[in-house]
């Protein structure tokens, strides 16, 4: 089997409200960056794959006019993910391991300003029996956080920890949209959106863009620069049916620790797609990371791109990797309500 | 008091959004509001595009370069439409037509009057007419519709993709 590298990466500042821009005005930056980085035209892309959610448009079939930010003649091999773009990066290490790309484009875009984010989400919940009753995202999340805190898993306090390790951290982001670390006061004082989580707790509603260019070793030899090698990837999905699952803890997460042999690397740092501030000390406990930084980049609660913030993981993962002397990164991205799906992924600095 | 028992409930569906036209598009209607349709050129292919979604679709690159075209044309495609559609104020029968203004390499819908419906047809030339000045605003319904402008037909070839 191939192996797959990644040869560029490249994130828009993220905004608030990124106000007369649309997603194609969006795109186009982060997509010529990562031509420049690599040196590549379009016509040395193999495969391109986008993720993106209609719903935050609220357009049917949106995701087409994205497109208009690619060249597209002569005409391409594309595809495209109504999720985060992780799972488009997914999808083209597919398609070079068998055989049918040497390189792949992946892009992630989201303008959550234009509408109500947290009932919007709920849209991709099951529409018989879940999203009927307009469950919105923060409230679900709610339910996990008070659970977690009810058996005992996590307290106020890690997340308070969590929030203000991870907005310090977000100096390392250029891109960042929250820098301001809270008080313990403002934070313990703040009112809640839904119990136990207040605005503090949930990431930031944000605007954005993210591109990354993948390919084999032959493609990424010819660049010069360090070899960041994807070299494990695995991802599972929950029921969509909250009733059957145990909301205090994850099958998910915890088999895909296992599936990526955790315990056999020795990892610098992790970057986790948390949009909650329980998230952090949760996932932290779940795949055993012990005192291990997470999110040095800031991670979401520093700014939230939806359908790109995955990839953003694994993209500031191997910028770290990139421009220090670390060896071993994990990026963990997610999909649906309550951490129901996720991705475990491990790069790694290969050292000719 | 005995409690109703339902076997069903009605959830209603619904989301509102601000929506944004883009950049471009934003330079492009308040020209519009002003009377003018400015284009945007493509600094690699050379494509004109109005109204212009600020990228090439073909280069993927964006299209800065902005121009002012006339408000006349030759008819691209078209429809005649019979069947009301709900809500359309419009009386059938009625046309709808693919409008390629002069200079442009893309067209629009929009609709054609002030014609006899046997007369319709591919490459027909024709010329907006545009609503009273006071009730323009950062949309292309200023234009009521177009009408043929009589002059010779041109050659349905011209339509053709530049490559």
Known sequence: MKDIYILAYAQNPIVADAKAANEVELIMPVVHQVFEQTGFTQNDIGFTCSGSCDYLQGAAFAFVEGLSAIQTNPPIKESHVEMDAAWALYESILKIRMGDAETALIYGFGKSSPGDLPFVS???????????????????????????????????????????????????????????VPSEDD??????????????????????????????????????????????????IESSNFGARDLSTSESIIGLGKKISLKSVKLDFA????QFTYEIPFIRGLLDLGNLDINLSG????????????????????????????????????????????????????ND | MTEEKKDFFVSDISLSYQYTAGNATTRFLNKVAEGKLVAQKCPKCSAVYVPPRGSCPRCGIATEEELELPDTGAVESFTIVHIPIPGNPIVPPYVSAMIRL??????????????????????????AVWKDKSEWGTTLENIKWFKPTGEDDVDPLVFKFKE
């Open chain 1, 299 to 350: 991670g979401p609660l520093a700014g939230n791109v939806m359908m790109a913030a995955g990839l953003d993981s694994i993209g500031k993962s191997y910028e770290l990797l990139k421009n220090s002397d670390f060896h071993n990164g994990l990026a963990h991205a997610s999909s649906g309500p309550c951490l129901q799906q996720n991705m475990l992924v491990h790069l790694e600095k290969i």
């Open chain 2, 102 to 127: 002069d200079g442009a390499d893309i067209s629009f819908l929009h609709l054609i009057q002030e014609i006899d419906l046997a007369e319709i047809r591919i490459g027909m030339r024709v010329q």
């Open chain 1, 271 to 274: 970057e986790l797609h948390t």
């Open chain 1, 187 to 236: 934070y313990l004082s703040a009112d809640y959106l839904s119990s136990p989580l207040s605005a503090f707790d949930c990431a930031p509603i944000s605007d954005g863009a993210s591109a990354m260019i993948i390919g084999t070793e032959e493609a990424v030899a010819k660049l010069g620069q360090p070899k960041i090698k994807i070299s494990g990837v695995h991802h599972s």
């Open chain 1, 122 to 180: 709920t849209l991709q919940t099951d529409p018989y029996y879940m999203s009927p009753l307009w469950p919105d995202k923060i409230s679900l999340a709610a339910l996990q956080a008070q659970l977690l805190m009810n058996k005992g898993v996590l307290t106020k306090k890690d997340m308070f920890k969590a929030l203000t390790q991870s907005i310090s951290n977000a100096k390392n982001n250029p891109n960042a949209l929250v820098t301001a």
